[in-house]
């Protein structure tokens, strides 16, 4: 039995300057071109102008999440990735993967106690330090990301 597709990108409509639809595979090495893309855009619309490193590093901490939990490594398995962009409310990136999800309060800090010698877990914790918004919704299998533009930030 065929997995159902993934739910097409929800945002408002209007007023958006740019609206990506992005799919790729359960692979590590498909991470590369998809932030390539939407990067693409951010330069190109300027709606996240002066974020472009946090958004990039954001990006790839919530893809490679979506690889390795959401989708185990199985390139036979879809991950998307939603971006919408404009001057008044910044851009959002949602990341949406076909994984259990997980509870994000259950995830340890990296950078207390013995987590600190930990080898891995830091990808939360740095998506929300570089985004101005970050939840989860779906039982943690989407993560909505939204970096405020330029104007609206202190």
Same mark, same amino acid.
């Given at each position: 039995?065929?997995?159902?597709?993934?739910?097409?990108?929800?945002?408002?409509?209007?007023?958006?300057?740019?609206?990506?639809?992005? +799919?790729?595979?359960?692979?590590?090495?498909?991470?590369?071109?998809?932030?390539?893309?939407?990067?693409?855009?951010?330069?190109?619309? !300027?709606?996240?102008?002066?974020?472009?490193?946090?958004?990039?590093?954001?990006?790839?901490?919530?893809?490679?999440?979506?690889?390795?939990?959401?989708?185990?490594?199985?390139?036979? +398995?879809?991950?998307?990735?939603?971006?919408?962009?404009?001057?008044?409310?910044?851009?959002?990136?949602?990341?949406?993967?076909?994984?259990?999800?997980?509870?994000?309060?259950?995830?340890?800090?990296?950078?207390?106690?013995?987590?600190?010698?930990?080898? !891995?877990?830091? !990808?939360?914790?740095?998506?929300?330090?570089?985004?101005?918004?970050?939840?989860?919704? +779906? !039982?943690?299998?989407?993560?909505?990301?939204?970096?405020?533009?330029?104007?609206?930030?202190?």
């Amino acid at each position: 039995m065929n997995a159902p597709a993934p739910a097409r990108c929800e945002f408002d409509r209007e007023d958006l300057l740019v609206q990506a639809d992005l +799919k790729l595979p359960g692979d590590v090495n498909a991470i590369s071109p998809v932030v390539e893309r939407v990067m693409h855009i951010v330069t190109e619309m !300027g709606c996240a102008a002066g974020r472009e490193f946090e958004i990039e590093l954001a990006l790839r901490e919530a893809l490679a999440n979506a690889v390795e939990h959401g989708s185990g490594h199985d390139p036979s +398995k879809e991950i998307q990735c939603c971006v919408a962009c404009d001057h008044a409310r910044g851009m959002l990136i949602v990341v949406r993967d076909p994984g259990p999800g997980f509870d994000p309060a259950s995830i340890p800090s990296p950078i207390l106690g013995q987590q600190l010698f930990s080898t !891995g877990g830091r !990808g939360i914790y740095l998506i929300n330090q570089l985004m101005d918004e970050v939840r989860y919704e +779906k !039982g943690g299998t989407e993560i909505h990301m939204r970096t405020l533009p330029p104007a609206a930030r202190p």
